[in-house]
């Protein structure tokens, strides 16, 4: 596992809120494929838009949006 400060040192985030030092499990942009400790990518594409699905990865267990 890492951290999303570990995860995040390669990029210039736009913006951050929260905790950094949480430990992720696993990435995705697919809503179905969010479980515990996840970091969900939410994305607006050209049929559905991830932002939409945010309350349900939330509840099932994502530690980062």
Known sequence: MKTIKELISIITPIEIKGNI???ISS??????DIS???LFIAIKGEKLD??????EVIEKGAKAI
Do not use: L, P, T, V
């Open 21 to 23: 030092d949480i430990e």
């Open 27 to 32: 990435i995705s942009i697919n809503s179905k």
């Open 36 to 38: 515990e400790c996840s």
């Open 50 to 55: 991830g932002h939409d699905f945010i309350e």
